[in-house]
């Protein structure tokens, strides 16, 4: 059970524009920087996404991050097929000392 | 490059332990806290535990509090994961990640390959 909410499924075209969103609570994306890792199958989770809308070296501009309130959202233009995987946000949460990490988003593209 | 491979997995009975080892290398270990996340199969990343730099500061997930403890040895580069009491549940690839910090905020970015543990009877 994750504080962080995701849709568990998302899908768009190849050259498409597809956005998958995160939604909490004042005291995690509220109050701290949320970050986007991409899971590809069998691997292990990469950054994509840190402080709300930063991208790590080597992270395509395709990638975007915003952040508004308690929720927050990845955007990926230019769709690609390499772009199929897993996408998860995450925040921590400073009431309870913990992260949060949302349940995850299987990207699928058609 | 930073580099985090982790060790110890494998097989136990419920109520059985392991204890999981990561060893960091290509970058200054003791400038940065540590975590633990696992993932069972087929589900999502939960994050299990955190260590700062020292060691002075630690949380868990309630899942494992009580049951697991996390230390570091920064002399050997390495992080540990003490885990008691195992239960079904705890089946999981545990991945080592190290911690970084901008503009006060921190996030994971760097990930070891995983190391798998089973529970089961």
């Known amino acids: 059970q994750s504080l962080l909410t995701q849709p568990p499924s998302a899908s768009g075209t190849p050259g498409q524009r597809v956005t998958i969103s995160c939604s909490g609570g004042?005291?995690?994306?509220?109050?701290?920087?949320v970050s986007w890792y991409q899971q590809l199958p069998g691997t292990a989770p990469k950054l994509l996404i840190n402080n709300n809308n930063q991208r790590p070296s080597g992270v395509p501009d395709r990638f975007s991050g915003s952040k508004s309130g308690a929720s927050a959202s990845l955007a990926i233009s230019g769709l690609q097929s390499e772009d199929e995987a897993d996408y998860y946000c995450a925040a921590w949460d400073e009431s309870l000392n913990v992260w949060w990490f949302g349940g995850g988003t299987k990207l699928t593209v058609l | 490059e930073a580099q985090l491979v982790e060790s110890g997995g494998g097989s136990v009975q419920p109520g059985g332990s392991l204890r999981l080892s990561c060893a960091a290398s290509?970058?200054?270990?003791?400038?940065?806290?540590m975590n633990w996340v696992r993932q069972a199969p087929g589900k999502g990343l939960e994050w299990v535990s955190y260590i700062t730099t020292s060691g002075s500061s630690i949380y868990y997930a309630d899942s494992v509090k009580g049951r697991f403890t996390i230390s570091r040895d920064n002399a050997k580069n390495s992080l540990y994961l003490q885990m008691n009491s195992l239960r079904d549940e705890d089946t999981a690839i545990y991945y080592c990640?190290?911690?970084?910090?901008?503009?006060?905020?921190?996030?994971?970015?760097?990930w070891g390959q995983g190391t798998l543990v089973s529970v089961s009877s």
């Open positions: 004042s005291s995690n994306i509220g109050s701290n920087g």
């Open positions: 290509g970058f200054n270990f003791r400038s940065h806290a």
């Open positions: 990640v190290r911690d970084s910090v901008s503009r006060w905020f921190s996030y994971f970015d760097s």
